[in-house]
């Protein structure tokens, strides 16, 4: 089990430029979730899905666009890239009955330059 | 609005001192809280959940409702403890989904 797995783990984007991020998980769970830590701000939603054809909103969903058209993959897309969108990006999942335990990623480090 | 605060940036003790990483709370109904961390170069993982009761890597936490604490405490630091230790917070009125603290920083030197 590769557990999950984000591409890229560094991307450099200029302001305007777009991008996805790629999230996969091979454990067969339901929920999803994308989140960005900021420096001294801990981890904030982003985005999150319950299941395949099924997102919702986070916290800070501004400026970022996922679809979830698989069990397995939940992909982030940011459109316009701006500066304040400079952070490390984690993927999560669980398991339906939700224990609580999430299963991340590596993480995805992106600047906007 | 559920929110998880954690004061301290950053801890540093010695190997073999006591260390605590303090979790505030606010929410108004029952919650459910959990210590992740994070090892250099490793994911983030779950250490401990309350719910749970459990001692992990001789980390402990206790639930405290009238304070709306839940601070992280080991009585032995070990240099392997050094890692990124964030609080988290879930409810059931928001979706099941997990809300973080800042973080905080341990450092156990030798």
């Known amino acids: 089990n590769a557990g999950v797995t984000q591409t890229p783990k560094f991307r450099i984007l200029k302001i305007g430029q777009s991008m996805t991020l790629q999230c996969t998980q091979d454990?067969?769970?339901?929920?999803m979730y994308w989140y960005r830590q900021d420096p001294g701000m801990g981890l904030k939603l982003i985005y999150y899905?319950?299941?395949?054809?099924?997102?919702d909103k986070g916290e800070v969903p501004n400026g970022y666009n996922v679809s979830r058209s698989t069990t397995e993959d939940f992909p982030l897309r940011l459109e316009l890239a701006a500066p304040s969108q400079t952070s490390v990006y984690f993927c999560?999942?669980?398991?339906?009955?939700?224990?609580?335990?999430?299963?991340f990623g590596e993480g995805s480090r992106l600047t906007v330059l | 609005a559920q929110r998880v605060t954690q004061p301290e940036k950053l801890l540093s003790v010695f190997k073999g001192a006591p260390v605590e990483l303090k979790c505030n709370y606010s929410?108004?109904?029952?919650?459910?809280l959990f210590w992740y961390v994070q090892y250099s170069r490793q994911r983030l993982q779950l250490l401990l959940r309350?719910?749970s009761r459990e001692s992990i890597k001789g980390f402990t936490a206790d639930l405290n409702k009238g304070e709306t604490s839940f601070h992280l405490k080991k009585p032995f630091a070990q240099e392997e403890d050094s890692a990124m230790y964030y609080c988290?917070?879930?409810?059931?009125?928001?979706?099941?989904?997990?809300?973080f603290g800042g973080g905080t920083r341990v450092l156990v030197k030798p």
């Open positions: 929410y108004s109904g029952s919650p459910e």
């Open positions: 988290a917070l879930r409810s059931k009125a928001a979706g099941n989904k997990l809300t």
């Open positions: 899905s319950v299941g395949a054809g099924i997102t």
């Open positions: 454990m067969n769970h339901n929920y």
């Open positions: 999560a999942s669980s398991i339906w009955t939700d224990t609580g335990e999430l299963f």
């Open positions: 309350h719910i």
